[in-house]
């Protein structure tokens, strides 16, 4: 505390200048009191608990069956709160709320569906009968109201980052909370904020793809429209779904590998560069899955294990045909024993009635399937990166052609970019090295790389919306999920 003047502090001044310094001083010490106090009520008044409404809360969360997208999560909210109110306050202080209906209300402009938000019981005109006239609205709808607008805002946080059919983060997964993005923590932090809004779209991927489609989205559902109520038409509702897809792929780093089946191109995003290949990808009824993982190593002249699947329906039908096709094509048979097995015609008809007894390996050459190199990552779906000797592959127009592996054009320079970005260029003279000679070698990346299989069947590029074909047909069941057909709240006429 500031220590007062004492009388004897004033025996210098005039007394015209002494009583103009004690008005200045009253008058000050009045402004501050009225300012001070105005800041305690309304400090009081947000932190002021309901109590009736805060026990009708608790009682609804733990004894009413409400429609929540993500229950225990908006039950841990208010649990941190003593289960007090976060949205219905006096109407003076409801910028927050009201900024929160609106992104609701708007969800169209991230690809989102307006009907996965309640939008039967988030109302504007009972939003404002509880804020204008609270003691006329019972406790159990303004408690209602009050649970729907934070399940709403803890549902559109979490699409944001995760997608709302994200197949390895379903929302029972996300609702049981312990992961690296917390919907609740964000949500808190931007009702603390000034830019309530910015807080909550930085839930959004960061990356240019998705950045890119936002944009476009948010410019074409906001503008072209005319309001964040019409259903979209055919380039939205692409863009939506790509958008969704993008979610799921975790995507938001600096160096990373893309692979995109529809366009069959291959991105390496790094030092700020793009290196584009292309690629070909499984066909229709042997599809590439969309992964994410990571590339830790690649080999050089590698063996390849065929899989149980092809050798039973390709190698063993060719190999009876003709019995010198092991041979000129490299293959080895082994028993389950790992005993090389060198069969006749006869052998070969009986390794076909029990083939699950017996494997086959490619060795390295020319025409092996793996070609010079391959990267290898890990997923459930055994599937990996690959050169092939089958080079004029690239030069079509339409590239499923694999039984689901990704085989990549100019596969060496791919892992010249690899090992550049990870370690020294000498490292990089012995992988030529070995490539020349067909030596076996494996070379382990520093770094590992993130690595993304999406199936994107449009993009932005260079400003354009580019659409591919839908390869694998999967744009209408996705389509069916997150527009669903009888939605009230959507204008349909296209399902």
Request: proline share 5%.
């Amino acid at each position: 505390m500031k220590k007062q003047m004492s009388i004897n502090d004033y025996h210098g001044l005039s007394y015209k200048a002494n009583t103009l310094l004690l008005v200045c001083l009253f008058l000050l010490t009045l402004m501050l009191a009225v300012f001070t106090g105005k800041a305690a009520d309304k400090q009081l008044l947000n932190k002021t608990p309901n109590k009736g409404l805060a026990d009708e809360i608790a009682r609804q969360l733990d004894k009413e069956k409400l429609p929540l997208n993500f229950p225990l999560s908006v039950k841990r909210f208010y649990q941190q709160r003593q289960f007090n109110q976060s949205w219905i306050v006096k109407e003076a202080d409801a910028g927050q709320t009201w900024a929160a209906m609106l992104m609701i209300d708007c969800v169209l402009q991230f690809g989102l569906n307006h009907a996965d938000y309640h939008p039967n019981e988030l109302l504007y005109s009972k939003l404002h009968d509880i804020l204008e006239r609270p003691t006329e609205v019972p406790l159990n709808q303004q408690a209602r109201f009050e649970i729907m607008l934070t399940d709403a805002m803890l549902s559109f946080a979490n699409n944001l980052h995760f997608g709302k059919y994200n197949p390895q983060y379903p929302a029972s997964k996300i609702d049981k909370g312990a992961l690296i993005f917390d919907a609740i923590g964000l949500v808190s932090k931007a009702m603390l904020s000034k830019d309530f809004m910015q807080i909550v779209v930085s839930a959004q991927p960061q990356n240019k793809l998705y950045q890119a489609l936002q944009s476009r989205m948010h410019t074409v559902a906001g503008a072209q429209l005319g309001d964040c109520y019409e259903f979209p038409e055919a380039d939205v509702r692409k863009m939506a779904l790509n958008m969704e897809r993008l979610r799921w792929a975790a995507l938001d780093t600096d160096n990373f590998v893309q692979v995109n089946i529809p366009s069959y191109k291959l991105s390496v995003y790094h030092t700020g560069m793009i290196d584009t290949f292309r690629v070909v990808v499984g066909k229709p009824a042997n599809p590439t899955p969309t992964l994410s993982s990571t590339i830790k190593y690649f080999t050089t002249a590698p063996e390849w294990r065929v899989p149980q699947t092809i050798f039973v329906k390709e190698l063993l039908p060719k190999a009876i045909k003709d019995t010198a096709y092991l041979t000129n094509n490299h293959y080895a048979i082994y028993n389950n024993g790992g005993i090389l097995i060198n069969p006749n015609k006869i052998y070969l008809q009986k390794i076909k009635q029990s083939p699950q007894r017996y494997y086959a390996t490619q060795s390295a050459g020319c025409d092996n399937a793996l070609g010079r190199v391959v990267f290898r990552f890990a997923n459930i779906y055994d599937i990996y990166l690959h050169d092939t000797p089958e080079q004029d592959l690239f030069y079509r127009q339409n590239r499923a052609f694999s039984h689901g592996c990704i085989r990549v054009q100019n596969a060496v320079k791919l892992a010249e970019i690899l090992l550049t970005n990870n370690s020294v260029k000498t490292t990089v003279l012995v992988m030529e090295t070995a490539i020349d000679r067909g030596t076996r070698k494996n070379f382990f990346l520093k770094k590992p790389v993130p690595i993304a299989v999406t199936y994107l069947t449009c993009e932005i590029v260079d400003g354009t919306l580019v659409v591919y074909n839908d390869v694998y047909g999967l744009d209408k069941s996705l389509d069916m999920l997150l527009y669903k057909k009888g939605d009230p709240t959507l204008n349909i006429s296209q399902n």
